[in-house]
């Protein structure tokens, strides 16, 4: 089982940034892939990044060259570094570590909401 605590969150004015942290604890050797997906009220769920354990990453259209995730191996624990925040980022955010071999090993923060205002 993996535990997953999520910080980083709150308000921010338009234009500003601020930083989501995942930290990860349990068995998380199965593990080989960590994203962050968010969810706007009355919208489906989105990803917007993703990390292998290879280091590869992808990007959502609409966070490419504002957003960056990451990872810290030692600290079990993933970031996404938000910049330039847009009114349409307001969302909570929930990280994601998973197997991509294996679909039983998913698991989901509890989510933190960032809201910008404009």
């Known amino acids: 089982q993996v535990q997953l605590v999520e910080s980083g969150g709150g308000l921010v004015q338009g234009g500003g940034s601020l930083t989501l942290s995942c930290a990860a604890s349990?068995?998380?050797?199965?593990?080989?892939?960590m994203a962050w997906y968010r969810q706007a009220p009355g919208k489906q769920r989105e990803l917007v990044a993703d990390i292998t354990s290879a280091g590869s990453t992808n990007y959502a259209d609409s966070v490419k060259g504002r957003f960056t995730i990451s990872r810290d191996n030692a600290k079990n624990t993933v970031y996404l570094q938000m910049n330039s925040l847009k009114p349409e980022d307001t969302a909570v955010y929930y990280c994601?570590?998973?197997?991509?071999?294996?679909?039983?090993?998913?698991?989901w923060g509890q989510g933190t909401q960032v809201t910008v205002s404009s």
């Open positions: 349990g068995s998380i050797f199965r593990i080989n892939a």
């Open positions: 994601r570590w998973y197997s991509t071999f294996m679909s039983q090993y998913d698991y």
